[in-house]
């Protein structure tokens, strides 16, 4: 197993304390075999910012796969850490108004579909 690195910030936890008693580590990694290394050459780990945590999320981003199969659409998964933004209730809030103005008979399918966009965005 090998460790992928990373990028962004060096750290992925902190004590939530100031100067000089703040301690920081990078406690949280990924790790990767050769096997699914060779398969995903251009894979990455960046440690993502939040301010409601003492610990950073990990985002990893593994490129395309260099095996030849053709590329799926992906499904949609609803991250649950969004709610944790003002601004992306507004982004499905107003997504949803913006469908049911329109057109109030509109099905339910169509107005999630209209919130999925707004939030991919």
Wanted: net charge neutral.
């Amino acid at each position: 197993m090998f460790d992928m690195g990373y990028s962004e910030f060096k750290f992925t936890w902190c004590n939530n304390f100031t100067s000089p008693n703040s301690t920081r580590a990078r406690l949280d990694r990924c790790l990767a075999s050769k096997d699914w290394l060779d398969r995903f050459p251009r894979a990455s780990l960046v440690h993502l910012s939040i301010n409601t945590s003492d610990h950073l999320p990990l985002f990893i981003s593994w490129g395309e796969q260099t095996t030849g199969h053709a590329k799926q659409k992906s499904r949609f998964h609803f991250e649950a850490g969004w709610c944790l933004y003002v601004s992306n209730k507004e982004v499905v809030r107003n997504a949803w108004e913006k469908i049911r103005e329109l057109d109030p008979g509109m099905n339910i399918f169509e107005s999630i579909s209209n919130c999925i966009l707004e939030l991919l965005k």
